[in-house]
């Protein structure tokens, strides 16, 4: 929806959101900010990400993208509640998330994790039933409204000839399409998906993208995603967001996001960039190393690029 | 259950979508567990010091006087009669049941309903708890290996029964309460240990092994102090599990809290469910997993107690049952828990008959049994399906 609003930076986007939660009554454009996050994971020391402030605009699909261990899937959990921050708050409509029941919570934001495991003797219809789950008390049976967005979910997500089938007899695509559908049958306003694309073939890949795209065109629904392929968050994404070193490098529309300067700091890769009607298309050179050419870049550096880009 | 329909039309054809979606093999499984309890329980009271043939015994069990005779069941179930005098006075609850003695009735009749039946009952009722019991523990923990007795209930059952019996035999006539307490009080010290920022299954494994090394160290040295060979006898019978001698009174001790737990585990097969998807998407479907997993863990630990305090601890059932079922129903617990209910107390009361029976007139402890016949089971359980163990 947002292709074409004017180029928003950081700032101007929490403004934005703040007057959206200025009014809770607007159901359908939900909002997620993480602000200030410190995230460290209970096994670790020292943050993974120290103090960063990220918003998912409202009724858009926000793509996190970085190098292995950037920390694009921790700030997802960080973002999605599942790794509580030592500093910092994550703010669900307006609200913080860690003064909200788990139910509520998860009655609004969805989150799709990387690796999701299931017994293998379950049929996929009942895989999707359990999104339901923070819709129903503890005595309650399937409801109507169940049913229909139990639905709706497999229709979205396309894998209505799966229905009866038994996970465990799923290839990996087919799998994943079946988790897509259980997370949309949670049938909540903000959806985090952490790497839904990685390990399946061009197909499926494909087919994840296109319920994206979907969600995003004709729903408001307010998307985050972790990608792994900066193509096709670039394609699929509203907005971009950049991550190395558990700091955000960049922000913004993926056509200024997506450059050789930001592929060269970010991802320690020459590349060159062209532009084309599926966004911006990225031909990868060779591998960057330390010290190469690094001085002429960092001389270069823009004035909202912190200093901290320097690969040590 | 809430339903949004109000219609009866509606409700009917709710109620045939229902049993249409009942699974063949999970109907089948619980017919067949209810002949196999029927079957052991003819022969357990067709056989014994005072024989009686099978026809003989078939007829006392349905006798007409005994089962519509409301007096019976109230002094079987209750152990008294029901004082109607106070039933509307609060205050005077305490001599609520007067005591009252059987009526008359044949010398058949008599034995198969006072001595022999219960024995069938009590095994219905702890194999159900045993098998529900290791089901749930196998949710919880996600580990094939589970049983009721994983996180400690076992070890420290088995220690408080070596204490009441070695060193505080004043208390006897309390091991029933004391063993299921000691059983829970272990738990809760597992859970404890395994207590850091929250649990993980990995952890309570852990602190149930450690526990359990440590209170079976200490069992085990209570033997040792043990000067008569009745109160080794007697500790044995109670530590690998017995129904001998078991009663009404055992009957009447172990229902409540059997209906409680069975109550309780059917009404929460769905939790399991999402547990069984994992931690992180159970939590991410806004479950409080900490607090699901303690409170499944607390019925399951209510439903071994019950049946320790009335059969002591038997072994292998609770591990078996849950396979057997899965094998047969699939993994899904609103089937597993169901099956689970019927084919446990299949198992216990076949084991009994051979407990009982096998080496006439000598009675071997059910736990015994269990285990020789189980083992080999298992054994060809996992011989036979590739995918044996997985949840």
């Not at chain 1, 495991?117 to 359990?130: M, Q, W």
Request: net charge negative; charged share 15%; aromatic share 6%.
């Amino acid at each position: 929806m947002s292709r074409n609003q004017p180029r928003t930076n950081g700032t101007d986007a929490e403004s934005t959101n703040g007057a959206v939660t200025g009014s809770p009554s607007n159901q359908s454009e939900a909002s997620l900010t993480g602000e200030g996050l410190v995230l460290t994971y209970p096994s670790g020391d020292s943050p993974i990400i120290d103090d960063e402030t990220i918003t998912a605009e409202p009724g858009a699909v926000t793509a996190l993208v970085g190098p292995n261990g950037s920390g694009k899937s921790t700030l997802l959990k960080g973002l999605a509640n599942q790794l509580t921050p030592e500093a910092g708050s994550v703010l669900l409509d307006g609200q913080d998330i860690q003064t909200l029941d788990t139910k509520a919570i998860a009655r609004k934001l969805g989150l799709l994790s990387q690796e999701s495991t299931s017994p293998n003797s379950i049929t996929v219809e009942d895989l999707v039933y359990h999104g339901r789950y923070p819709h129903r008390g503890f005595f309650d049976s399937v409801t109507e409204e169940d049913e229909a967005a139990v639905e709706r979910a497999i229709d979205l997500a396309g894998c209505g000839h799966l229905r009866d089938r038994e996970v465990g007899s799923l290839s990996g695509g087919q799998k994943q399409l079946a988790w897509i559908a259980m997370v949309l049958a949670q049938d909540t306003d903000v959806l985090l998906l952490d790497e839904p694309t990685t390990f399946l073939d061009l197909h499926h890949q494909l087919e994840v993208m296109e319920i994206i795209e979907t969600l995003r065109d004709e729903s408001d629904i307010t998307i985050v995603v972790v990608l792994h392929d900066i193509e096709q968050a670039a394609r699929l994404a509203d907005r971009m967001v950049a991550l190395k070193d558990g700091e955000i490098q960049a922000r913004g529309q993926p056509e200024d996001v997506v450059t050789e300067r930001l592929l060269a700091d970010v991802f320690e890769i020459e590349a060159e960039v062209s532009v084309t009607p599926h966004g911006p298309r990225i031909n990868p050179i060779r591998a960057r190393h330390d010290g190469d050419e690094h001085a002429v870049d960092d001389d270069s550096t823009g004035a909202e690029r912190p200093e901290e880009v320097v690969a040590e | 259950m809430v339903s949004r329909s109000t219609g009866v039309t509606d409700a009917w054809s709710r109620a045939l979508n229902w049993l249409s979606g009942v699974d063949a093999s999970l109907l089948g499984l619980c017919l067949a567990s209810i002949g196999v309890v029927f079957a052991g329980g003819l022969v357990q009271v067709s056989f014994g010091a005072y024989s009686m043939t099978i026809v003989e015994a078939w007829q006392a069990v349905f006798d007409p006087q005994v089962l519509f005779d409301l007096e019976v069941w109230q002094v079987l179930l209750l152990g008294g009669q029901v004082n109607t005098d106070v039933l509307l006075n609060p205050l005077a609850w305490d001599s609520l049941i007067v005591d009252a003695s059987l009526p008359e009735m044949s010398k058949q009749s008599l034995i198969v309903w006072n001595i022999r039946l219960p024995r069938v009952l009590v095994g219905v009722l702890v194999g159900m708890n045993l098998a529900v019991s290791g089901a749930i523990f196998q949710a919880v923990t996600r580990n094939e290996l589970a049983s009721p007795f994983i996180l400690g209930v076992s070890s420290g059952a088995g220690l408080m029964i070596l204490l009441t019996l070695v060193v505080f035999s004043g208390l006897s006539t309390l091991l029933p309460l004391i063993a299921s307490t000691g059983g829970a009080v272990a738990f809760l010290i597992v859970y404890a240990i395994a207590w850091k920022n929250g649990t993980s299954p990995v952890r309570l494994v852990l602190a149930g092994v450690i526990v359990s090394t440590v209170f079976g160290s200490l069992q085990t040295a209570m033997f040792f102090f043990a000067d008569d060979i009745g109160i080794v006898q007697s500790a044995i019978a109670w530590t690998t599990g017995s129904l001998t001698g078991t009663d009404w009174e055992q009957v009447r001790m172990a229902l409540p809290w059997t209906v409680v737990a069975m109550g309780l585990s059917l009404f929460s097969s769905r939790q399991l469910n999402v547990l069984l998807l994992g931690e992180n998407t159970a939590k991410s479907l806004g479950m409080s997993v900490e607090k699901v997993r303690f409170a499944l863990s607390g019925v399951a630990v209510l439903a071994a107690s019950a049946s320790i305090a009335v059969a002591g601890i038997v072994g292998f059932i609770g591990l078996i049952v849950p396979h057997m079922v899965r094998n047969i129903v699939g993994s899904d617990y609103r089937k597993l828990v169901v099956g689970c209910v019927f084919a446990g107390p299949a198992l216990m009361v076949g084991a009994d008959v051979g407990a009982r029976l096998a080496l006439n007139p000598t009675q071997i402890p059910v736990g015994i049994v269990t285990g020789l016949v189980g083992g080999p089971y298992f054994l060809y359980l996992m011989r036979k399906q590739q995918q044996m163990g997985e949840i």
